[in-house]
């Protein structure tokens, strides 16, 4: 097909050759040949002003009748427009069905635009987070949600984990915010209404608070009576005697597991705030090997400390010894007699904080354990874990208590070779001897929802 601009081309060349013919015969070529383009201009001209008009006032209505070139481009618009519009219109089906299923969900979805103003919410977010429409439209997310665990949370930019906290409506509901950052630093909000889920969580922590706390007194008492019954046990017929130590063995098992519990369920309700001691970690890691070593007994292993910084740590004493005793009494436990037990004690460079590193070179845990290894109960040989008095809750424990002081626990293992622990301890939770203890509150000041992290129920969801 010859192409549009040929195809007018040659009209103007007929049309030129025709006014040069007219000029030819009547004398005047320079007139013929004026007139002529002045025709074909005005024509031109008269379209150009159609078109312009067609544009501005009625471009949805099928174009003006035009011939040539001019019908040809109408045409060309005049579908792309259609085109056009139909995806318009797809666009807006979408945009209105998506509006129309969130509006529907009863989780709050909250747009926010690049410089944190609101953009568009659904109705959740209106019963949730208490927004008004249209006058909270552009307003900054932070100024409708002024809680400051909220806006350090949302400032910091890190939204891996969720954010648990009670609506700004209503202390008795509990919300969870999930926050995704998308296109040009824009973010997606979403609010969950958690309320009966924490209830849940509550009554599970009660109720094992609770049964661990009335068991504990006829416990008590039992193995009260089996203590004498073991101190006679030279009157005892033999069997007896066997049947008492292994009651014994039992009982105290038992009293264990309830003492660890019991422990678990105060970390998880108690606030760290009053136990803010500047703790000597040599000191405390010299009286753990001393135990440790006694509980190795001829079993003989070597245990080391390597204190590479006088950093102390911030928080509560007790706790973080049962934390670090666990992970060396584990070693122990855990490895061969001879083994190598190592604990080290550094800071991480560009002041990002300190490690407290308990190595050893036992047998090694199978990759396999390690994701589930701070889990309540979880063992990775039961029978192995019951010979050796284990609960199965000194993980849990040690998890719970770095928590605590903003802290995590990394396991590395590789069977054959051996296990190690890092406890990684922030910046913040760290002091060296003669400084203020002004670092530490500044740094708590700056982010407060760091020195709410323990109280922080969202966390017990995800155990
Ligand atoms: P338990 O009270 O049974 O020791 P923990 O929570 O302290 O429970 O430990 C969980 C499991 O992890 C243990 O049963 C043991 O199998 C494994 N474990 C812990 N520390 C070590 C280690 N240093 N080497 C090998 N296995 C270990």
């Known amino acids: 097909m010859t192409p549009i601009w040929q195809a007018e081309l040659t009209r103007i060349v007929y049309i030129a050759l025709f006014a040069a013919i007219v000029g030819w015969l009547s004398g005047s070529m320079a007139w013929a040949l004026t007139t002529v383009m002045a025709i074909y201009i005005t024509f031109a001209l008269r379209f150009l002003q159609r078109l312009d008009y067609w544009l501005e006032h009625n471009s949805n209505e ?133 309320t009966r889920l924490y209830r849940l969580e509550q009554m599970r922590k009660d109720f094992v608070a609770n049964v661990s706390h009335e068991l504990r007194t006829p416990l008590t008492v039992i193995n009260g009576y089996l203590e004498t019954f073991a101190d006679y046990s030279d009157q005892l017929p033999p069997r007896w005697g066997r049947a008492t130590n292994q009651m014994q063995q039992q009982s105290r098992r038992m009293q264990n597991i309830i003492n660890d519990l019991l422990l678990l369920s105060r970390l998880e309700t108690t606030d760290i705030e009053g136990q803010q001691q500047h703790i000597e970690i ?28 006088s950093a102390q740590v911030i928080g509560s004493e007790n706790e973080l010894r049962s934390a670090i005793s666990n992970l060396v009494f584990n070693a122990v436990k855990y490895t061969p007699p001879g083994s190598t037990i190592e604990m080290t004690w550094q800071e991480l460079p560009q002041s990002s904080g300190a490690v407290l590193i308990v190595e050893d070179n036992g047998e090694g845990i199978d990759a396999r ?72 509150n500044e740094a708590l000041a700056r982010s407060p929802e760091l020195s709410d992290l323990a109280a922080q129920p969202g966390d017990n969801f995800r155990q």
């Open 62 to 194: 099928e174009p003006p009748e035009s011939w040539g070139i001019w019908g040809y481009l109408f045409d060309k618009m005049y579908r792309h427009q259609r085109r056009y519009q139909q995806q318009q219109q797809r666009l807006t089906e979408i945009i209105n069905k998506v509006q129309r299923s969130s509006g529907a969900l009863r989780d709050a979805v909250v747009m926010i635009d690049q410089h944190g103003c609101l953009e568009w919410w659904n109705r959740a977010a209106e019963g949730l987070l208490g927004f008004r429409s249209p006058t909270d439209k552009g307003q900054a997310l932070t100024n409708l949600l002024r809680d400051p665990r909220f806006i350090s949370y949302y400032d910091k930019q890190d939204y891996q984990d969720p954010l648990v906290l009670t609506s700004p409506m209503d202390d008795n509901v509990m919300l969870e915010y999930q926050i995704t950052i998308f296109g040009r630093n824009e973010r997606l909000m979403l609010v969950r209404n958690i």
């Open 282 to 309: 040599g000191i405390m890691l010299e009286s753990i090997m001393q135990d440790a070593e006694l509980l190795s007994g001829d079993k003989e292993h070597k245990i080391r400390i390597d204190l590479r910084t």
């Open 369 to 440: 354990h390690l994701p589930r290894l701070t889990e309540r109960f979880y063992r990775v040989d039961k029978g192995r874990s019951a010979e050796t008095g284990g609960t199965g809750l000194g993980l849990a424990i040690v998890k719970h208590v770095l928590l605590r002081h903003n802290a995590k626990l990394d396991i590395k293992s590789e069977v054959g070779r051996g296990t190690r622990f890092t406890c990684i301890f922030p910046d913040l939770r760290l002091i060296w001897p003669g400084e203020e203890a002004r670092h530490h």
